[in-house]
């Protein structure tokens, strides 16, 4: 796991001025890697590649970077982890091996196959840039799932290419303007989804591309050499037909074989374990495998409703790891809040960013790397929405599609505070719970019933802002893999749908970023072994009932579970990793929020509807209704700001 930066331009300043801004880069992404750094320049200061190293496999230097390879013909730098370095050795031909890490492995793999069949052989985490001294291309590339992050930025007279959007700030003169369209896509999800960025003219790489450069201006377009879609249709094509124990012993294997590769480091390495299905599979197989325990992190909060500490204490208990657990003070918790706008080098606001820090930082006191449970919700139908939206579309399907778009503006006729009345009067007559939120909760469902799809319906449900194109002064709302259909695979079911647009969007651009940038804030690299996409279309091909049966998900990985852990210890409400973000705003948080959502300086800033944004934020403190999460977004967006 490293940092890696670097540019092309057409008017260079020498190589020494060249190599000054190559190393101002790359000190920019220290905290990625903080055991060494290196920079490569042709012989004009054109081209620069830029590495810092944080050491994990070849510890020597031998694994120093940028790496030419054996010819002398490419340059490399490596932001990640190939897996399967090892065996790819076995299959190219003999040669005089300089050290044992992955990236001499990749550079070889460059040389004799190429570098697109290279990247379909590995199994592995990445972002690189490669430096073809004969053709004179640079080649930038992602791994599959995005799990490593590279931005590409366009400017008039260079290319320049970094893990993080701070890099390009030791760049002379850039200043671009803020993209009010992906400030819109961040009011919509919490993040801003590839190929978008904060910036105009600046994007992210897709995962699972490559990009030629033939010269600053002389940019391709991104080149797939894998496809979720593929392998999504693939697996309907050829779909797993054994037993449900054949499918369990199928799935184990797969996963046996991930974590073997992902084990392997010459660092100290553990596991995040919050005692769901997940992470406690992803451990009770590494402990399997394991001849000492395994090192295991949790992190707890005082708050009842948001601690799963216990649940995970007792999986460790009973799989004999090596567990360690932080219980955290509100305080601690918000003292992380002001490091988050330089921790994500654009605005994000999955408020589980707190808690993800919290555990990382943990973590990496004692390991080096650390495996998570992340992509079992996308790849075997976990979410509770995966029941919620295809039940309520088929509800209102029967409802005339005339009827329906009439009943949404009836519905917001009436306030929000009323529908709570109406709510709480019908909980005390039928002798039922109160249900929280029922006015947002029609309000919300009143703009879903306008719509005509259920792909539409979807992105309505999971969205935050419903309309942000309004928010946002001046903006035009792009299109993403949410509302393009010729994205999307032929699946039968509204379930496998959902469950693929989450794969290609949320769980790269939320899930995926939210765990690198707060594990690489302190240096600690993650691997996801439900990545390996030798289990991602293993996962595809199995039919939807072993997915999701009888109203529970990731019912085929429950079945591998519990052959290792106890069904009582996993069979629980699931608590989710959030914090109590709305009592924390009305309280500790509301003078820091007050300060970025101060009325005079949104209307300096001209960026946001003042009027809509302040009402918000009273209604929030008064107690009037809960805004907490469209409020987060535009705190998350201020706060970035501040840094620029």
Same mark, same amino acid.
């Given at each position: 796991?490293?940092?890696?930066?670097?540019?092309?331009?057409?008017?260079?300043?020498?190589?020494?001025?060249?190599?000054?801004?190559?190393?101002? *880069?790359?000190?920019?992404?220290?905290?990625r890697?903080?055991?060494?750094?290196?920079?490569?320049?042709?012989?004009?200061?054109?081209?620069?590649?830029?590495?810092?190293?944080?050491?994990?496999?070849?510890?020597?230097?031998?694994g120093?970077?940028?790496?030419?390879?054996?010819?002398?013909?490419?340059?490399?730098?490596?932001?990640?982890?190939?897996?399967n #370095?090892?065996?790819?050795?076995?299959?190219?031909?003999?040669?005089?091996?300089?050290?044992?890490?992955?990236?001499?492995?990749?550079?070889?793999?460059?040389?004799?196959?190429?570098?697109?069949?290279?990247?379909?052989?590995?199994?592995?985490?990445?972002?690189?840039?490669?430096?073809?001294?004969e053709?004179?291309?640079?080649?930038?590339?992602?791994?599959?799932?995005?799990?490593?992050?590279?931005?590409?930025?366009?400017?008039?007279?260079?290319?320049?290419?970094?893990?993080?959007?701070?890099?390009?700030?030791?760049?002379?003169?850039?200043?671009?303007?803020?993209?009010?369209?992906?400030?819109?896509?961040?009011?919509? #999800?919490?993040?801003?989804?590839?190929?978008?960025?904060?910036?105009?003219?600046?994007?992210?790489?897709?995962?699972?591309?490559?990009?030629h450069?033939?010269?600053?201006?002389?940019?391709?377009?991104?080149?797939?050499?894998?496809?979720? $879609?593929?392998?999504?249709?693939?697996?309907?094509r050829?779909?797993?037909?054994?037993?449900?124990?054949?499918?369990?012993?199928?799935?184990?294997?797969?996963?046996?074989?991930?974590?073997?590769?992902?084990?392997?480091?010459?660092?100290p390495?553990?596991?995040?374990?919050?005692?769901?299905?997940?992470?406690?599979?992803?451990?009770?197989?590494?402990?399997?495998?394991?001849?000492?325990?395994?090192?295991?992190?949790?992190?707890?909060?005082?708050?009842?409703?948001?601690?799963?500490?216990? #649940?995970?204490?007792a999986v460790?208990?009973?799989?004999?790891?090596?567990?360690?657990?932080?219980?955290?003070?509100?305080?601690?918790?918000?003292?992380?809040?002001?490091?988050?706008?330089?921790?994500?080098?654009?605005?994000?606001?999955?408020?589980?960013?707190?808690?993800?820090?919290?555990?990382?930082?943990?973590?990496?006191?004692?390991?080096?790397?650390?495996?998570?449970?992340?992509?079992?919700?996308?790849?075997?139908?976990?979410?509770?929405?995966?029941?919620?939206?295809?039940?309520?579309?088929?509800?209102?399907?029967?409802?005339?599609?005339?009827l329906?778009?009439?009943?949404g503006?009836?519905?917001?006729?009436l306030?929000?505070?009323?529908?709570?009345?109406?709510?709480?009067?019908?909980?005390?007559?039928?002798?039922?719970?109160?249900?929280?939120?029922?006015?947002?909760?029609?309000?919300?469902?009143?703009?879903?019933?306008?719509? $005509?799809?259920?792909?539409?319906?979807?992105?309505?449900? =999971?969205?935050?802002?419903?309309?942000?194109?309004?928010?946002?002064?001046?903006?035009t709302?792009?299109?993403?893999?949410?509302?393009?259909?010729?994205?999307?695979?032929?699946?039968?079911?509204?379930?496998?749908?959902?469950?693929?647009?989450?794969?290609?969007?949320?769980l790269?651009?939320?899930?995926?970023?939210?765990?690198?940038?707060?594990?690489?804030?302190?240096?600690?690299?993650?691997? =996801?072994?439900?990545?390996? #996409?030798?289990? =991602?279309?293993?996962?595809?091909?199995?039919?939807?009932h072993?997915?999701?049966?009888?109203?529970?998900?990731?019912?085929?990985?429950?079945?591998?579970?519990?052959?290792?852990?106890?069904?009582?210890?996993?069979?629980?409400?699931?608590?989710?990793?959030?914090?109590?973000?709305?009592?924390?705003? $009305?309280?500790?948080?509301?003078?820091?929020?007050?300060?970025?959502?101060?009325e005079?300086?949104?209307?300096?800033q001209?960026?946001?509807?003042?009027?809509?944004?302040?009402?918000?934020?009273?209604?929030?403190?008064?107690?009037?209704?809960?805004?907490?999460?469209?409020?987060?977004?535009?705190? *998350?967006?201020?706060a970035?700001?501040?840094?620029?």
């Amino acid at each position: 796991m490293c940092g890696i930066t670097g540019f092309w331009t057409d008017r260079p300043a020498g190589r020494d001025a060249a190599a000054a801004i190559a190393q101002a *880069m790359a000190a920019r992404l220290a905290h990625r890697g903080p055991d060494g750094a290196g920079t490569w320049l042709d012989d004009s200061g054109a081209v620069a590649l830029a590495h810092r190293r944080l050491a994990i496999v070849d510890l020597s230097p031998a694994g120093h970077q940028p790496m030419r390879s054996a010819s002398g013909r490419y340059e490399l730098i490596l932001n990640g982890e190939i897996y399967n #370095h090892v065996a790819l050795r076995a299959e190219l031909p003999a040669q005089p091996w300089r050290g044992h890490s992955d990236t001499e492995t990749l550079l070889a793999g460059i040389e004799h196959w190429g570098i697109e069949a290279t990247l379909r052989k590995v199994v592995g985490m990445f972002a690189i840039a490669l430096w073809d001294r004969e053709r004179q291309r640079l080649t930038l590339a992602r791994d599959r799932f995005g799990e490593k992050p590279l931005y590409i930025a366009r400017l008039p007279h260079a290319l320049l290419f970094a893990s993080e959007l701070k890099a390009f700030d030791a760049w002379p003169g850039f200043a671009p303007p803020i993209d009010r369209g992906a400030v819109a896509l961040l009011l919509r #999800h919490n993040y801003i989804p590839a190929p978008y960025s904060i910036f105009e003219g600046v994007s992210k790489l897709p995962p699972a591309t490559l990009l030629h450069v033939d010269g600053p201006s002389r940019i391709g377009s991104p080149q797939p050499y894998w496809s979720l $879609r593929d392998a999504a249709e693939a697996g309907q094509r050829a779909p797993f037909a054994g037993t449900d124990e054949q499918a369990a012993d199928a799935l184990e294997a797969h996963l046996d074989a991930a974590i073997a590769l992902q084990r392997v480091a010459d660092v100290p390495l553990g596991a995040f374990l919050s005692g769901g299905v997940d992470s406690s599979v992803v451990v009770a197989l590494m402990q399997r495998q394991s001849t000492t325990p395994v090192r295991t992190f949790t992190i707890g909060f005082d708050v009842p409703q948001f601690n799963e500490a216990e #649940h995970a204490k007792a999986v460790a208990r009973h799989l004999g790891t090596e567990h360690t657990e932080l219980y955290c003070s509100a305080q601690q918790a918000l003292e992380v809040v002001p490091k988050l706008a330089t921790m994500y080098c654009e605005p994000f606001s999955d408020s589980s960013q707190i808690p993800t820090f919290l555990v990382s930082q943990m973590a990496r006191r004692h390991v080096t790397v650390s495996l998570s449970g992340d992509a079992g919700d996308e790849l075997f139908g976990g979410y509770t929405r995966y029941d919620r939206a295809p039940a309520l579309w088929s509800r209102l399907g029967r409802v005339p599609a005339p009827l329906r778009r009439a009943l949404g503006p009836a519905i917001q006729a009436l306030p929000p505070s009323a529908w709570d009345r109406v709510g709480d009067t019908l909980c005390r007559l039928t002798g039922r719970a109160p249900i929280e939120r029922v006015g947002d909760r029609a309000h919300k469902l009143a703009d879903m019933l306008k719509t $005509r799809t259920p792909e539409a319906f979807y992105r309505d449900m =999971v969205s935050h802002q419903p309309w942000p194109a309004r928010v946002v002064l001046g903006a035009t709302e792009p299109g993403t893999a949410m509302t393009q259909p010729t994205l999307w695979p032929a699946l039968p079911s509204f379930e496998e749908r959902m469950m693929f647009i989450d794969t290609l969007s949320y769980l790269p651009d939320d899930i995926l970023v939210k765990v690198d940038r707060a594990a690489m804030a302190v240096s600690l690299e993650t691997r =996801v072994p439900l990545l390996d #996409h030798r289990v =991602v279309e293993f996962a595809w091909s199995l039919p939807l009932h072993l997915k999701r049966r009888d109203g529970v998900g990731k019912w085929l990985l429950r079945q591998v579970l519990y052959r290792h852990v106890p069904r009582e210890l996993i069979e629980r409400p699931k608590t989710g990793f959030g914090v109590p973000l709305g009592d924390w705003l $009305r309280g500790p948080l509301r003078p820091w929020a007050e300060h970025l959502l101060d009325e005079k300086r949104l209307r300096e800033q001209g960026l946001l509807d003042v009027a809509y944004v302040r009402r918000l934020w009273r209604e929030q403190i008064e107690g009037q209704r809960e805004w907490m999460y469209l409020l987060w977004d535009v705190l *998350m967006l201020q706060a970035w700001l501040d840094t620029r």
